[in-house]
Each structure stands twice: as structure tokens, then as C-alpha cells.
């Protein structure tokens, strides 16, 4: 069982950045696979980005490549950050952190066993 929690959602304007956090509570977090999604109203969860449990291997939704980044560290926080630069309106959303136990890098909400609750990121002038 994996508990995860996320932090650093915000208000930002156009062009701006956040840095979001995800905090895994859970002994075999350093060999599941990381992703981050979100969702806005009337829409269906999209993926964004995801990391395998090395972190030697990344994939980004194409919206969002060059402008966010995913990183992680396995030995001393047990965290998944998500860097997100030149912010667009489009980008605002609930931001949910998810953790795959066998460590496959997907892009489907359905290959990830654990979610967080979400933080609110708005991109607003």
C-alpha cells in the first residue's frame, strides 16, 4: 500500500511557473513507476508526465513537453516533483500524483494502482 500526497498547486499568471511535490508514503516506492495527471471540470483525468522507479526513463504528454519536467528521488525524500514553466491557460487543472507497481511508464490512468487527492494549479492573468 502506497499513500501519496501532493503539494505546491497555486495561482500563476501566463508564462509563470509551479513546482508540484508528491510525497510517497510506502516502503517499495523507489520501484514503482511515477506518473502525474490532471483534470478540469467535464473532462476526463489526462495524462501529463510519468517516470520509471530509476528515473533513468521519462514520457510527457506532447502538450506539455519542454515546458514541465519530472524528477524523483528515491533515497532521502521518497518524492515526485513535476516543474512546470511558460505556464498556458490550458494547463490549469487538479494535479493528481499516481504510483504504478509495475513500474511501466504509461500514459493510461488504468495502469496505476495509487492516487493522491490532487492540488489545484490555475494559470489565470
Known amino acids: 500500500q502506497v499513500q501519496l500526497v501532493e503539494s505546491g498547486g497555486g495561482l500563476v499568471q501566463p508564462g509563470g511557473s509551479l513546482r508540484l511535490s508528491c510525497i510517497a508514503n510506502g516502503r517499495r516506492f523507489s520501484r514503482y513507476a511515477m506518473g502525474w495527471f490532471r483534470q478540469t471540470p467535464g473532462k476526463e483525468r489526462e495524462f501529463v508526465a510519468a517516470i520509471s522507479w530509476s528515473g533513468g526513463s521519462t514520457h510527457y504528454a506532447d502538450s506539455v513537453k519542454g515546458r514541465f519536467t519530472i524528477s524523483r528521488d528515491n533515497a532521502a525524500e521518497n518524492t515526485v516533483h513535476l516543474q512546470m514553466t511558460t505556464l498556458k491557460f490550458e494547463d490549469t487543472g487538479i494535479y493528481y500524483c499516481?504510483?504504478?507497481?509495475?513500474?511501466?511508464?504509461?500514459?493510461?490512468?488504468?495502469?496505476?494502482?495509487?492516487w493522491g487527492q490532487g492540488t489545484q494549479g490555475t494559470v489565470s492573468s
Open positions: 499516481a504510483a504504478d507497481p509495475w513500474s511501466r511508464v504509461a500514459p493510461g490512468t488504468q495502469e496505476y494502482a495509487y
